[in-house]
């Protein structure tokens, strides 16, 4: 794809930690974007940021990162997401385009609505990222044949229609495949791929840990796979996540009412030794593991998709 028509002279990345700061190394390697300006509420985070390369300059505040910019990238977690919108009326460039990369979308096309309309703020999702934070954790392929929800404003104007599809280009310069949908949609599916499951990461982590007959060396030195890769959503970090549930708590309470639900059917399953039932339940589920790996977004590979010299 000839990437020169969607250049932008002047990007503020807002929040460069880890899916920021990757956004940030993947637009200097496809080179659509000519300056990259950072700006962090945490002056050590955007200090850091600097010094890495990811930027190439550090704004003053958001004021002054967004002034100018032609791209502004809200990566930042979503509560924080009102605030800002309310400064880019005061304070963004018209014609510019905004993004955000946050995991709940109802509440950004909320705040997105009452902008000026000369400011065009695509919501999108990059459905990537790991369980590590901070500008130090990026890295330029994090989107590559990885999903990007883009969930548009209900705006029927030519000038807005072109912001999503420069939006849409702009995610399939860094490798990603781009899906549109509707923001309830969107918040309900990401309730059950992403939300409950880091949810319930929280709180069995949580429940191993409050365990007065398991002493965490126990639970160390014993973690096998299954536990080991709950650890490791359970390691996110907890501002975003907080934000998280508190954004999306219809969609995640609706999911967890019915997840409660089959847990209910598994418990008496046991309680009664229904092997039956269980056996039932365990093969139901399985192809949906076999149709992950399929699509690409998993490997077959043994040992949870790690090499066995892998210590994390």
């Given at each position: 794809?000839?990437?020169?028509?969607f250049?932008?002279?002047?990007?503020a990345?807002?929040?460069?930690g880890l899916i920021?700061s990757?956004?940030?190394?993947?637009?200097?390697?496809?080179?659509i974007?000519e300056?990259?300006v950072?700006?962090?509420c945490?002056?050590?985070?955007?200090?850091?940021a600097?010094?890495?390369g990811?930027?190439?300059?550090?704004?003053k505040g958001?004021?002054?990162?967004?002034e100018?910019?032609d791209l502004?990238?809200l990566?930042?977690?979503?509560?924080e997401?009102?605030?800002?919108?309310?400064?880019l009326?005061?304070?963004?460039?018209?014609?510019a385009l905004?993004i955000d990369?946050g995991?709940?979308?109802g509440?950004?096309v909320a705040?997105?609505n009452k902008l000026r309309?000369?400011?065009?703020?695509?919501?999108?999702?990059?459905?990537?990222?790991?369980?590590?934070?901070?500008?130090?954790?990026?890295?330029?392929s994090?989107?590559k044949?990885?999903w990007?929800?883009?969930?548009?404003?209900?705006?029927?104007?030519?000038?807005?229609k072109?912001?999503v599809?420069?939006?849409v280009?702009?995610w399939e310069s860094?490798?990603?495949?781009?899906?549109t949908m509707?923001?309830?949609h969107?918040?309900l599916?990401?309730?059950?791929?992403?939300h409950?499951p880091?949810l319930?990461?929280f709180t069995?982590?949580?429940a191993?840990d409050?365990l007065?007959?398991?002493?965490q060396a126990?639970?160390v030195?014993?973690?096998a796979?299954g536990?080991r890769?709950?650890?490791?959503l359970a390691a996110?970090?907890p501002?975003?996540?907080?934000?998280?549930?508190?954004?999306n708590?219809d969609?995640?309470?609706?999911?967890?009412?019915?997840f409660?639900e089959?847990?209910?059917?598994?418990q008496?399953?046991?309680?009664?030794?229904?092997?039956?039932?269980l056996?039932d339940?365990?093969?139901?589920?399985r192809s949906?593991?076999q149709?992950?790996?399929e699509a690409g977004?998993?490997?077959?590979t043994p040992?949870f998709?790690?090499?066995?010299?892998e210590?994390?």
């Amino acid at each position: 794809m000839d990437n020169t028509k969607f250049e932008f002279k002047r990007a503020a990345i807002i929040g460069p930690g880890l899916i920021g700061s990757s956004l940030a190394r993947a637009f200097r390697e496809t080179g659509i974007v000519e300056r990259l300006v950072g700006s962090d509420c945490n002056a050590d985070v955007i200090k850091r940021a600097a010094e890495l390369g990811v930027v190439d300059e550090v704004a003053k505040g958001f004021a002054s990162a967004v002034e100018g910019a032609d791209l502004v990238v809200l990566s930042t977690p979503v509560g924080e997401i009102g605030a800002m919108c309310d400064a880019l009326t005061a304070y963004a460039s018209p014609g510019a385009l905004v993004i955000d990369v946050g995991s709940v979308k109802g509440a950004i096309v909320a705040a997105a609505n009452k902008l000026r309309d000369d400011i065009f703020f695509v919501p999108c999702h990059p459905v990537a990222g790991t369980e590590q934070s901070g500008p130090e954790a990026g890295f330029a392929s994090l989107f590559k044949d990885r999903w990007c929800i883009i969930t548009p404003l209900a705006r029927e104007d030519a000038p807005y229609k072109a912001a999503v599809e420069k939006a849409v280009a702009l995610w399939e310069s860094v490798g990603a495949n781009v899906e549109t949908m509707d923001a309830a949609h969107h918040d309900l599916a990401l309730a059950v791929t992403s939300h409950l499951p880091h949810l319930i990461a929280f709180t069995l982590v949580g429940a191993a840990d409050d365990l007065e007959s398991v002493t965490q060396a126990e639970v160390v030195k014993y973690s096998a796979g299954g536990f080991r890769d709950f650890t490791r959503l359970a390691a996110s970090d907890p501002v975003m996540w907080r934000d998280v549930f508190l954004y999306n708590k219809d969609a995640v309470l609706e999911v967890l009412g019915r997840f409660s639900e089959e847990l209910a059917v598994l418990q008496r399953a046991i309680r009664w030794g229904d092997g039956a039932a269980l056996y039932d339940a365990f093969s139901r589920v399985r192809s949906l593991r076999q149709a992950i790996v399929e699509a690409g977004q998993e490997t077959a590979t043994p040992n949870f998709g790690r090499d066995q010299e892998e210590k994390t």
